[in-house]
Every structure is written in C-alpha cells, then in structure tokens.
Nanobody, 122 residues
Framework: VQLQAYGGGLLQAGDSLRLSCAAS????????LGWFRQAPGKEREFVAG????????YYADSVKGRFTISRDNAKNTMYLQMNSLKPEDTAVYYC????????????????WGQGTQVTVSS
C-alpha cells in the first residue's frame, strides 16, 4: 500500500482544515489507519486512529473534540478534519496504515505516507 497525505497549509488560530490521505494498492479497506504528527524538535506523536470499517475511532487527548478522523473505503481515502486549530497543532502530519489492527504506537504501522505541513499562527 502506498499512501500520500495532502491538504496542509498555513492557517490562523481558530481556522479549520481537512487533511486527506489517498492510498493505492490492495488491501486498504482492511487496514487500520492512523494520523501522526511531528513538530520541530519533538518526537512524532499519535493524533488519531480508525479501524478498518470506520466504526471505531481513537484520539489523542490534545485533539479530542476538535479533530475528526474518517475514511471512505470506496475511495481508498482517509481524512482528518481539524477544527479550532491552535498554534500547538503546527507540525508535519503523516498518515499510516497497518493490516494487523489499530494502535497508537507509530512502531505498529507498516506503511507510511510522506508528510504534509500544517502551520497555525496565533
């Protein structure tokens, strides 16, 4: 599976943005998916995860209530709707996929897309 994240940009605090992660290759609809982010000088951290069907979602406490993860298996695409953005959300955002199930640990994920930069100014 090849993943490509896109949709990042430069925004102001309080803005909204939707990231997308398009997948090619077989098996996408059976994979657990996740969004991670890495801010300058910091380690990559879990943001949100979703199981293969979209029926279960998981969020980091820092984004809970502001971000929504979803997927459209017919389009081989995952989304991250980000509302009420804060400067601390500034990071490179990565999408990831794994055939064995959801997890919050980046080491669990087998496939990764390139990152997309999200910059939020105050």
């Amino acid at each position: 599976v090849q993943l490509q994240a896109y949709g990042g940009g430069l925004l102001q605090a309080g803005d909204s943005l939707r990231l997308s992660c398009a997948a090619s290759g077989r098996g996408f609809s059976s994979y657990a998916l996740g969004w991670f982010r890495q801010a300058p000088g910091k380690e990559r951290e879990f943001v949100a995860g979703i199981n293969w069907s979209g029926g279960s979602t998981y969020y980091a406490d820092s984004v809970k209530g502001r971000f929504t993860i979803s997927r459209d298996n017919a389009k081989n695409t995952m989304y991250l709707q980000m509302n009420s953005l804060k400067p601390e959300d500034t990071a490179v955002y990565y999408c990831a996929a794994d055939p064995t199930g959801w997890a919050s640990s980046e080491y669990k994920y087998q496939y990764w897309g390139q990152g997309t930069q999200v910059t939020v100014s105050s």
